[in-house]
């Protein structure tokens, strides 16, 4: 697997030649991924992986020669550790739980927009980055690497005119973050306007999950500084 500052390499499962063009160019979006190839069926899929050595699937299910939840087990047969991503039409609880026992690291129901794939690529590179980075000292150590393992289910208790996916951005920025940040570095770290991330960690704060402080200069205002309590 790469390196934690290195790129992150993709493979692109899709049967449809449009859709997986698509589904190229929104990965290229998110840095630090780069698509390293595609493949039409769960036979090239294979191929492709063994190949290319990508350290992410993005696995449609509905794949011309076999379904795609029976391509993880021979991967794994074939000793490849990538991770898989599902990206897919199909809604049934018992395909889901199926993904799941796969040990998939998000699942994806199509048709899709870049504004949904964008937050769960960020959520992969940051976890698989604690994975590749963390020394286990305590029990605090191994919560910490786990903490965002389950896709986070959305919540319901959103003020009217936010959306989960930015509520999601700013949330892994604060739990990330080295100490407290403002509202301008969150900003900075999730490409949202300092309006909208000033308004996302007020509401953090009210709801109890994030804590404010101030930090006086020698002139103006006080800074507020956000950290992620949980």
Request: net charge neutral; charged share 30%; with cysteine.
């Amino acid at each position: 697997m790469s390196e934690p500052a290195g790129p992150i390499d993709v493979l692109v499962v899709e049967d449809d030649f449009m859709v997986a063009r698509v589904h190229r160019a929104f990965v290229e979006r998110v840095p630090p991924f780069r698509v390293a190839g595609a493949a039409a069926t769960g036979g090239e899929a294979i191929a492709a992986v063994d190949r290319l050595r990508p350290d992410l699937v993005l696995l449609d299910l509905y794949l011309p020669d076999m379904f795609g939840l029976d391509v993880i087990p021979r991967l794994r047969t074939a000793g490849h550790d990538c991770d898989v991503m599902v990206i897919s039409a199909a809604r049934e609880a018992e395909t889901l739980r199926g993904a799941v026992r796969q040990g998939v690291v998000d699942y994806l129901l199509k048709p899709f927009e870049f504004e949904d794939l964008r937050p769960r690529l960020e959520r992969y590179a940051a976890r698989r980055r604690r994975l590749l980075t963390t020394v286990v000292r305590g029990q605090a150590d191994v919560d910490r690497v786990l903490a965002g393992a389950a896709v986070p289910a959305p919540s319901a208790t959103l003020p009217k005119g936010m959306s989960v996916e930015t509520a999601e951005l700013i949330e892994r920025a604060l739990r990330d973050a080295d100490g407290s940040i403002s509202a301008t570095e969150c900003a900075a770290l999730t490409g949202v306007s300092r309006v909208s991330a000033r308004r996302y960690l007020e509401h953090f704060t009210a709801v109890g999950s994030a804590e404010v402080s101030l930090r006086y200069g020698v002139a103006g205002r006080p800074e507020r500084r956000y950290s992620w309590r949980g």
